[in-house]
Structures are given as structure tokens and as C-alpha cells.
């Protein structure tokens, strides 16, 4: 069963989302919205008809009380059966996203997806707004193998320069932005730590270009295996959910969230990323960069953690996350104008500088302009397992 996008207004998804979030904080539940959502706070035009969210993992049975309770219309919430894991803090742990909808699973009305543990993200943290990730870890989860989400990467790392953030660095893909600020200011130790290519533009080396085209290369394939390493560890788990499929999607989520952890407990690997070794796939991806543009020396690559580490030395991020903001903007108003402009387009440029109420109501006229859908996205590619509703 193919799973139809969404049809409903997204002004409305929009208010509903927005009132989630508020709800989970007077609950105690300390969570942040990322993804398109966080975007358009941030003054750039998404629209995303699914909400990202990152909920304390301790806090996952509180999560599942609140949606047995909360409603959408007339409707209730369910888990997807067809990707992910149960609300539970021992897969949340491993890097597991639960996927959650309101309306029935062939034509939801609203998707939510809950992390744990968000990928490529060390220290989640909010600016202005505490009920959404900062820009810094919103760029750090949009360094996806979707083509799309590096504009927003890129601008979110403008913006960030712009209020005198240098960690805005880790982001810019842009070579003489890149090369100009590098150049303007010291670069702290925490973040050549990070992105090592930070001494090529401070060394105006003309190889600079090619290894910003390898870093996003490296990201995208990194993703793609990520990706497919859940995807594979997913399989047992969902074929037997789907032997189970018909009682399942008649439960309430808090009867069909103790279901499946059952399931889970037998078919789904809690720590699948750790299993494969990620240390081995970061490796590996970073040979296949080299391979394709040839002459990468692999240690100006990134080495990255799949998501929030308990071990002390893979929390080098967190050293990232005090980096201490600059007095005076690293972006002037104009270029960071001419960059938005350079990467959505002249009209939806014009909608990321209205006020936040005015940029919802303009963004809804873009409907059609939707994510995909998560069945394009998810299982992923090759996959040849139970087709779930």
C-alpha cells in the first residue's frame, strides 16, 4: 500500500505542530522542532507538510500519553508500520526515529517523526526560540543525501556568521565567503578540529572548491548508508509487524506502542549503527570519495558521530557548541540578501523576509511544492521487504 501525501492546508498542520510543541513543554517534555519547520521560524521558505521533533529520551512514555491523548480533528495518533521504531527510550538511544501520523495510514493528515538521538547532532540546543533546534544543529541535520536541504545548510551557516557566530563556518559552502571570513578572524582549534578543509581557506589554498565539492559528497553517501544500514536492521522487525499488521492498525498508539515494542524486542536490533561499526562506514565512505574525486586526501574529510555519544572523547562538539559569538557580524545584510536570493530564487526570497505570520500565510500558497513523501524516501533504496501500510 502506497502511502498519499498529504492534502490538508499547511497554515493548519502549521498551528497544530505549533501547539504540540507548547503542549510537550507544559508537560515537562523539553522538546525541539527541527527540520522545514524550524526553517521557516528561521526566515527561510520550507514548506514541509511532516514535523521533526527531538524529545528527551527518558521522556518517551511521557511522549506516548500525551498523543494517546492528543487529537487532530476527529482524528487520533498512530505509528507508522512501515519505517522506524517504537516510542521507546531503548531504540530512541541507538539513533532510531518513531514515526507517528493522525487520519488514516493510506492518506494521513499530519506526520510527526520523534529522535532520540538526532543524527549528526552532538548537543541539541535552541537561540531565540526555545522550543526549536538552533540554526546550528538544523544545519547539521540537513547534511542529507537530498539535494534540496544544502541551501538551507548553507544559508543557516549565513545567518549564523551574520549574528557574529563563527561556528557559522562549519556550514558556509560558498569559496570566497568561506575563504573572506577564515581569513577575518581566528578560527578556533574546536572547529578545524571539525571541519578540517577550515585550514585550506585560511591558507587561500585554490584547492579549496574541489574539497568543499568532496565534503558534500562524503555527507551525501554517508546518509545514503546510514540510511540503508537502519533500513536493513528494520526488515525483520517489519515483517513481523506485518504479520500482526491488521490488529495493529486498530489499536490506540499507547496498546500499538506496547505491541511493538514486543516486536521489537525480539525482530530490532537497538544499536544497528553500532553493530555495523560506524567507525567502518565513515571509512569506507571516505575512500569512495577519494575514488571519485581522485587526489582527496581523506583526512581534510570530516569525521563525524552518527548522533549524541556518551563516551567523553566523542563529545568534541560540544566544544563546538561554546564557541564564544563575535561582537560585529561576519555577513553584511547585503551579501547574505544576495545569497538568499542566489539559492531559493527571487519570489521565494521575497516570502523569507515577510514577518513570521505573513511568511506562514505565503508559504501555504506554495502547496504544491511539498517534501517527499516518505515512501520515495524510505525504505531505502534496493529495499525488497513486506510492503507496510
Request: hydrophobic letters at 35%; aromatic letters at 8%; one cysteine or more.
Amino acid at each position: 500500500m502506497k502511502t498519499a501525501p498529504i492534502t490538508l492546508s499547511w497554515g493548519t498542520l502549521q498551528e497544530f505542530y505549533k501547539t504540540l510543541s507548547e503542549q510537550l513543554h507544559q508537560q515537562g517534555i523539553h522538546s525541539l522542532t527541527t527540520g522545514g519547520i524550524a526553517c521557516v521560524l528561521y526566515e527561510l521558505a520550507q514548506q514541509t507538510k511532516d514535523c521533526d521533533i527531538i524529545i528527551p529520551e527518558e521522556k518517551a512514555e511521557a511522549v506516548v500519553e500525551l498523543l494517546t491523548r492528543t487529537r487532530f480533528g476527529d482524528h487520533s495518533c498512530h505509528l507508522t508500520l512501515k519505517y522506524g521504531a517504537p516510542i521507546d527510550s531503548r531504540w530512541l538511544r541507538g539513533g532510531w526515529i518513531s514515526h507517528t501520523h493522525f487520519g488514516p495510514p493510506e492518506q494521513p493528515l499530519a506526520r510527526i517523526d520523534l529522535f532520540g538521538r538526532a543524527p549528526r547532532l552532538s548537543t541539541p540546543t535552541a537561540d531565540e526560540n526555545p522550543y526549536y533546534l538552533s540554526r546550528d544543529g538544523v544545519a547539521r541535520m540537513k547534511k542529507t543525501k537530498r539535494e534540496k536541504d544544502w541551501a538551507f545548510t548553507n544559508l543557516l551557516g549565513m545567518q549564523m556568521l551574520k549574528n557574529g557566530d563563527p561556528t557559522g563556518v562549519l556550514h558556509i559552502t560558498d569559496t570566497e565567503k568561506l575563504i573572506e571570513v577564515c581569513r577575518t578572524i581566528a578560527i578556533p582549534f574546536a572547529l578545524l578540529d571539525e571541519r578540517p578543509i577550515l585550514q585550506l581557506a585560511i591558507d587561500g589554498n585554490p584547492e579549496l572548491a574541489r574539497y568543499i565539492k568532496a565534503e558534500k559528497e562524503f555527507w551525501t553517501r554517508l546518509d545514503a548508508v546510514r540510511l540503508k544500514t537502519y533500513a536493513d536492521a528494520w526488515k525483520p522487525y517489519g515483517a513481523a509487524a506485518q504479520n500482526q499488521s491488521k490488529t495493529l492498525l486498530g489499536m490506540d498508539i499507547k496498546t500499538q506502542n506496547l505491541a511493538l515494542v514486543e516486536i521489537a524486542s525480539v525482530h530490532l536490533d537497538k544499536t544497528s549503527i553500532r553493530t555495523v561499526g560506524w567507525e567502518n562506514l565513515v571509512a569506507t565512505v571516505k575512500e569512495q570519495t577519494a575514488r571519485i574525486l581522485k587526489d582527496i586526501k581523506g583526512g581534510l574529510l570530516p569525521t563525524p558521530i552518527p548522533f549524541k555519544q556518551t563516551e567523553p572523547e566523542r563529545s568534541r562538539s560540544a566544544a563546538v557548541m561554546r564557541t564564544t559569538p563575535i561582537a560585529r557580524p561576519l555577513v553584511t545584510e547585503e551579501e547574505y540578501q544576495r545569497m538568499l536570493r542566489e539559492s531559493l530564487g527571487d519570489e521565494l526570497a521575497v516570502l523569507c523576509n515577510l514577518p513570521y505570520e505573513e511568511r506562514i500565510k505565503a508559504i501555504a500558497d506554495f502547496q504544491n511544492n511539498f517534501d517527499t513523501p516518505h515512501d520515495k524516501v524510505w525504505p531505502a533504496e534496493g529495499y525488497t521487504g513486506p510492503d507496510l501500510p
